[in-house]
């Protein structure tokens, strides 16, 4: 028999590049080949596109890119273009996991009737710390304490420059300040002068040159945090709708269920660290434990991040996450499923063990 070709899409989010998912893709793809037989697998990463707009057109932008792409690899692949032969599994970080959900049901509500098959043939959507019922509120909070604590460090230094030269230091306090003066943090690429405001409104008189110079190094960690998540929400303006989110996750379990469309979400989660954090730390918001999508979300522990977004931008940098490899296991096991499922087939327990064994040595090989 000839070959299946499945076609796996990795689509980055907010402010991702090229190189958000590092090798992940390519160690997904070994362990398939290896695991599953008779199967040829290509993953294929999205290319880097604006994550600011209207999220609507960069769903229409995706779903234009990848029926032609499946299109020409169908073609390529002697299986006649547009016969809906590839199969596709949908990969989305961050954000990318709302544009490859609104993409399928976009597909999904295109049919021309309900009977129709659904082309392309996607056959699971898995998202990546994606915030589907929103961020969660916590974030914000830590990050911008965080913030807190960068500047009163840096205040600290002026403090200790201004007594060197006999001057009367500023005030090392930092409570009561309002959030937008952290939020007014810099990008890269800005300068003292745009970036002195945002000093200054949380106390600090900066006038020192010495003193300048070593807070503007620690600039990138004033406010980073707040503002990160801050523009996070800029992005995706609906967000804020609680009912529109809750639809969303509806239709995708409705999808799973009428189609055979694998939904999976997992999410990061900070085990407790006392004193400070005393109860588990997520990214995003997760469904009540009763509710019917509760399932499709799968935990993704880091025992190494400092806090929720280092653990969200570091999910695919084994350096920086200890549950890096277990992810990929589970990612892999998610798609191995979908696939045997779409092939019609139900493997055994003993299978399912021995298959787990041959894919954990791939995962190490790569």
Same mark, same amino acid.
């Given at each position: &028999?000839?070959?299946?070709?499945?076609?796996?899409?990795?689509?980055?989010? *907010?402010?991702?590049?090229?190189?958000? *998912?590092?090798?992940?893709?390519?160690?997904?793809?070994?362990? +398939?080949?290896?695991?599953?037989?008779?199967?040829?697998?290509?993953?294929?990463?999205?290319?880097?596109? $604006?994550?600011?707009?209207?999220?609507?057109?960069?769903?229409?932008?995706?779903?234009?890119?990848?029926?032609?792409?499946?299109?020409?690899? $169908?073609?390529?692949?002697?299986?006649?273009?547009?016969?809906?032969?590839?199969?596709?599994?949908?990969?989305?970080? @961050?954000?990318?996991? &709302?544009?490859?959900?609104?993409?399928?049901?976009?597909?999904?509500?295109?049919?021309?009737?309900?009977?129709?098959? &659904?082309?392309?043939?996607?056959?699971?959507?898995?998202?990546?710390?994606?915030?589907?019922?929103?961020?969660?509120?916590?974030?914000?909070?830590?990050?911008?304490?965080?913030?807190?604590?960068?500047?009163?460090?840096?205040?600290?230094?002026?403090?200790?420059? *201004?007594?060197?030269? %006999?001057?009367? %230091?500023? @005030?090392?306090?930092?409570?009561?300040?309002?959030?937008? !003066?952290?939020?007014?943090?810099?990008?890269? #690429?800005? %300068?003292?002068?745009?970036?002195?405001?945002?000093?200054?409104?949380?106390?600090?008189?900066?006038?020192? %040159?010495?003193? !300048?110079?070593?807070?503007?190094?620690?600039?990138?960690?004033?406010?980073?945090?707040?503002?990160?998540?801050?523009? =996070?929400?800029?992005?995706?303006?609906?967000?804020?709708?609680? #009912?529109?989110?809750?639809?969303?996750?509806?239709?995708?379990?409705?999808?799973?269920?009428?189609?055979?469309?694998? *939904?999976?979400?997992?999410?990061?989660?900070?085990?407790?660290?006392?004193?400070?954090?005393?109860?588990?730390?997520?990214?995003?918001?997760?469904?009540?434990?009763?509710?019917?999508?509760? !399932? =499709?979300? +799968?935990?993704?522990?880091? =025992?190494?991040?400092?806090?929720?977004?280092?653990?969200?931008?570091?999910?695919?940098?084994?350096?920086?996450?200890?549950?890096?490899?277990? &992810?990929?296991?589970?990612?892999?096991?998610?798609?191995?499923?979908?696939?045997?499922?779409?092939?019609?087939?139900?493997?055994?327990?003993?299978?399912?063990?021995?298959?787990?064994?041959?894919?954990?040595?791939?995962?190490?090989?790569?």
């Amino acid at each position: &028999l000839p070959s299946d070709l499945l076609l796996i899409v990795f689509i980055h989010g *907010f402010k991702g590049t090229d190189t958000t *998912f590092e090798n992940f893709p390519s160690r997904i793809e070994h362990v +398939l080949t290896e695991i599953i037989e008779n199967l040829k697998v290509e993953c294929v990463l999205f290319p880097a596109y $604006e994550t600011k707009g209207q999220l609507n057109a960069a769903v229409e932008h995706f779903a234009d890119w990848l029926t032609t792409l499946t299109v020409q690899r $169908e073609v390529a692949d002697g299986q006649g273009g547009g016969a809906g032969k590839t199969r596709i599994v949908l990969c989305g970080h @961050s954000m990318g996991g &709302l544009l490859a959900a609104d993409a399928l049901l976009a597909f999904v509500n295109s049919r021309p009737d309900k009977s129709a098959p &659904l082309w392309p043939n996607i056959i699971a959507c898995i998202a990546f710390d994606t915030p589907y019922l929103g961020l969660h509120p916590a974030v914000f909070k830590n990050s911008a304490t965080k913030a807190v604590e960068y500047a009163g460090a840096a205040r600290a230094v002026v403090s200790d420059v *201004f007594s060197l030269f %006999g001057k009367k %230091g500023a @005030s090392s306090g930092v409570s009561g300040q309002p959030p937008h !003066a952290i939020a007014a943090a810099p990008t890269e #690429e800005s %300068g003292w002068a745009k970036w002195a405001p945002a000093a200054y409104a949380v106390g600090g008189a900066l006038v020192a %040159g010495a003193a !300048a110079g070593t807070a503007y190094y620690r600039r990138d960690d004033i406010g980073t945090g707040y503002s990160w998540a801050t523009d =996070h929400m800029n992005y995706v303006r609906n967000l804020w709708d609680e #009912e529109a989110l809750r639809k969303r996750m509806r239709d995708l379990n409705d999808v799973q269920v009428r189609l055979g469309v694998t *939904f999976r979400s997992f999410y990061t989660l900070l085990p407790p660290a006392p004193p400070s954090f005393s109860s588990p730390r997520t990214f995003v918001i997760l469904p009540q434990r009763t509710s019917p999508i509760a !399932a =499709h979300f +799968l935990p993704a522990i880091n =025992h190494q991040a400092a806090d929720e977004i280092q653990a969200h931008t570091n999910m695919f940098n084994p350096r920086s996450n200890d549950g890096y490899y277990q &992810l990929g296991l589970d990612t892999a096991k998610i798609i191995r499923e979908a696939v045997m499922s779409a092939r019609g087939i139900i493997e055994s327990g003993d299978t399912e063990d021995r298959k787990d064994a041959e894919a954990a040595a791939a995962m190490e090989e790569t």
